[in-house]
């Protein structure tokens, strides 16, 4: 264990307020890509072709594209990560408020953890006029049984992924519950995320800002890297664990 980890973990243990920030390099140990890495997601889809606006244009082309990569990131056998563990350990412990998670694979609940969606859940479908949702496998078999695009059972409207696609704001709720959470912090931990997509990345800031403890635990430099308290470069399932250790038996 790196003395970083040790100082950080002693940060995490001493600290009234501390929120977890997520994204896809925590689900990367589930078998789920994220996007910016080799070999990631945008290596394999061009991310216009997730813009609101092609769904709204055509959502049938864009369900008949997209159902193949739904089925790979979210159905199956997905499971939680020890990453996912730490954080949900670390919560029922009375060390964690939250997880703010761009993430729409519903790991973190799944682990236990109580979550601020910031970019809505894979597992769900929202109809496009009355709001209503759905689990992803009725649109699934709508589609498997030739219904292009899937419709709401209960207002015959479109379904559509309950995920934010590029073009799309952001749930208002929980994007204040997240600025909320941030402001309030006295330690965040960023972890397996690049923090390039707004509004989202900007919640390191705010947190900061705040007079929040800065943590980072990353694979890769983020733009944050430089000015956080902590900058651990590492596996956040070796890393959160780590951390979760010393906490809980300090
Ligand atoms: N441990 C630590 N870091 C990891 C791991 C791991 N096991 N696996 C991957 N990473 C890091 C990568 O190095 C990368 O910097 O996680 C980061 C993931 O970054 P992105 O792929 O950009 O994912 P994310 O930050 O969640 O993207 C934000 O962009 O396309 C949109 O809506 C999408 O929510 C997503 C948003």
Known sequence: MTDEISALAEAVRGADSVVAFTGAGVSTASGIPDFRSEGGIWDRYDPSEFHYNKFRADPAAFWEKRIELYEELFSGDIAPNPAHDALAALESAGH??????????????????????????GQRVACESCDGKEPLELAEGQIADGQLPPECPS???????DTVLFGEQLP?????????????????LAVGSSLTV?????????????????????????????????????????VLPE????????
């Open 172 to 188: 208002r709720v929980a994007l204040q519950r997240a600025k909320q959470y941030a402001q309030n912090a006295d330690v965040f």
């Open 155 to 161: 207002c015959g409207g479109v379904l559509k992924p």
């Open 243 to 250: 951390i979760q250790a010393v906490v809980e038996t300090s």
């Open 198 to 238: 707004e509004p989202a990345a900007s919640l390191p800031q705010i947190a900061e800002r705040g007079g929040a403890t800065l943590a980072i635990v990353n694979l890769e430099e983020t733009p944050v890297s430089e000015t956080a308290a902590f900058d651990i470069r590492g596996d956040v399932t070796a």
């Open 96 to 121: 964690l408020e939250t997880v703010i998670t761009q993430n729409v694979d519903g790991l973190h609940e799944t682990a236990g953890s109580s979550t601020v969606e910031l970019h809505g859940n």
